[in-house]
T-cell receptor
Framework: SQTIHQWPATLVQPVGSPLSLECTVE??????LYWYRQAAGRGLQLLFY??????ISSEVPQNLSASRPQDRQFILSSKKLLLSDSGFYLC?????????????FGPGTRLTVL | GQQLNQSPQSMFIQEGEDVSMNCTSS?????WLWYKQEPGEGPVLLIA?????ELTSNGRLTAQFGITRKDSFLNISASIPSDVGIYFC????????????FGQGTRLTINP
């Protein structure tokens, strides 16, 4: 069965510091991968998605970047965090070969920028 | 662009009551997904619908794909405390597309 992991679970960072959040998927190959941000327990905002290694699509201009160095690894980064980067970050995967559109989410990372 | 409107935004009910929520769009969707998110966790897929008129159950949960393809409904029967959370509907922007659009969620609170 497939599993998705995110770490860290929680993170408190000062403004201006760098960021690296990691997401890995097990039990599948060549998944589509997604990064979302959720503010105040409502509304999922798609930040990035990837259909393969090194292929990243950005949905909104922002202070963040994403990379996919391996098939089942997706990383969210920032060189200098802003206060507005605080939120709940969710990674998700989907399998196009299954024919559906279901996405499956990880447990999330709670980021607080002070 | 395509948007999903969920209602109600919040629900406060007594344990044991039935719950109904819906999701509507001005655009046609060929897939409807319903997720539940508990506090501090990622959303979990509850039900997926692929055909207009389809009615699918998952335990006490029942979801329907509206005939017009512009709406979907989720019902929870005999609510229990663990039903608390935010329920999201979602659908693909374009059939088979990699991206989903999500509703803003319905927050369910249950009084024991």
């Amino acid at each position: 069965s497939q599993t998705i992991h995110q770490w860290p679970a929680t993170l408190v960072q000062p403004v201006g510091s760098p960021l690296s959040l990691e997401c890995t998927v097990e039990g599948t190959s060549n998944p589509n991968l997604y990064w979302y941000r959720q503010a105040a327990g409502r509304g999922l905002q798609l930040l990035f998605y990837s259909v393969g290694i090194g292929q990243i699509s950005s949905e909104v201009p922002q202070n963040l970047s994403a990379s996919r160095p391996q098939d089942r690894q997706f990383i969210l980064s920032s060189k200098k965090l802003l206060l507005s980067d605080s939120g709940f970050y969710l990674c998700a995967w989907s399998d196009e070969r299954e024919g559906g559109n279901e996405q499956f989410f990880g447990p999330g990372t709670r980021l607080t920028v002070l | 662009g395509q948007q999903l409107n969920q209602s109600p935004q919040s629900m406060f009910i007594q344990e044991g009551e039935d719950v109904s929520m819906n999701c509507t769009s001005s655009s046609i969707f060929n897939t409807w997904l319903w997720y539940k998110q508990e506090p501090g966790e990622g959303p979990v897929l509850l039900i997926a619908l692929y055909k207009a008129g389809e009615l699918t159950s998952n335990g006490r949960l029942t979801a329907q794909f509206g005939i017009t393809r512009k709406d979907s409904f989720l019902n929870i029967s005999a609510s229990i405390p663990s039903d608390v959370g935010i329920y999201f509907c979602a659908g693909p922007l374009i059939q088979g597309a990699q991206k989903l659009v999500f509703g803003q969620g319905t927050r369910l609170t249950i009084n024991p």
